[in-house]
């Protein structure tokens, strides 16, 4: 498949990003806000909202990661303008994305002490989305080359043709997307255990593959440290009742979404790649958490590869659902957005499936709405660290 000339139509920033979709985006920076953001996104129509169910604050040990993760949300290729829900207009959350936001980004603050109230902050909020959404509507898609794409990859309800169908084919289509100049991003650490070696012997430096051992080996000793055997304890129910034994074979065919690609980097969670290529990301195993972590460095796709499926989707960043066998596909047709249940029922090659899959992928980047866009799975948890020094 010709890669070299592979566009896209998507909405230019103005510091050089693209993005596949142009939300006005609710976000609340606490619990107690939840339920106006969610009256909101239902009162003015085109906007996508957030429900925040934990908090945060300076004294938590992941309070630098919350706010890396908001302003990633807020400073997004897919978000025109973010309306941010205060109950103070000086709440530690507010002053420390202030200093961070960038200039060019459309971000506006409604606070309760700053419009009198819950009544008034709700309407100034109701007024400022309106106005958001009517000059989004103004902005148009224009061409722009694959290379301007990053790819986010995830896993979740694996059975035992993950590793056989969905996971390969994906793989494949992130190194021609790759090929095209562009990134993906392979995260969820804690289901690379058993499999690390495949990655930092694709390390394109020796640093590169330090980092891998590093980063997996970390995760793993944060969590024993809090009694948790990842060797012993995974994989999930779930991951065994759809046919998986250890979590070596579990790891084993996550480690294909990535494909055959150099790693080029590993990044912190939320944080945004700097190099193009294959990145791999330190994420816990949460589907939310990472969904949440991966939007947040500035991916515009994620590709979900699932066993058994899932309906979790996230508010920005359209989220494509693979079915690793035919039969989930009909079981959960409002659920799965392409089938790659080919490979294991014989007829095509992975190969084959992995080019429909990029172009499936080129085509949810020029609009097309999948399933959780439809049905409005906006599912949201930020990731409070492993808790323990590198």
Known sequence: MPTRDLYFDGYWRSDGRVGTRNHVLILPVAPALSSMASWLQ????????????????????????????????????????????????????VLALRDLIPEPVRYYLVAFDREG???????????????????????????A???????????????????????????????????????????ETTELIGAERILAERAVTPEVADAVWRTVSHAERAAMRMGVDFRGGQPAPGNLAGGLTTIEEKSLGCVHKGGTSAVVDVIDYAERPSRRGLVVMDTPGHDVMQFTGMAASGSQVTVFT??????????????????????????????IDFDAGAVVDGFLTVEQVGEALLRKIISVANGEVVAAERYGHREFGIFGGWGIEQ
């Open 306 to 335: 699932t066993g058994r499926g899932t309906p979790t989707g996230s508010a920005i960043v359209p989220v494509i659902k693979v079915s690793t066998r035919t039969a989930l596909k009909r079981e959960l047709p409002d659920l």
């Open 145 to 187: 080359p694959a290379s301007q794409l990053i790819l986010s990859t995830e896993c979740g309800g694996s059975d035992a043709c993950s590793g056989l169908s969905a996971n390969p084919s994906l793989g494949y289509a992130s190194d021609l997307l790759i090929q095209a100049g562009g990134t993906s991003i392979l995260a």
């Open 42 to 93: 239902s009162v003015v129509p085109g906007t996508v909202n957030v429900e925040l169910h934990q908090d945060i604050d300076p004294t938590i040990a992941g309070f630098p990661l919350a706010i890396r993760t908001l302003l990633g949300w807020i400073d997004h290729p897919n978000v025109f303008a973010t309306i941010v829900l205060a109950l103070i207009s000086d709440d530690p959350i």
């Open 117 to 143: 109230g819950r009544i008034r902050a709700q309407e100034a909020a109701r007024r400022l989305a309106v106005e958001c959404v009517s000059e989004a509507r103004q902005e148009r898609r224009k061409p």
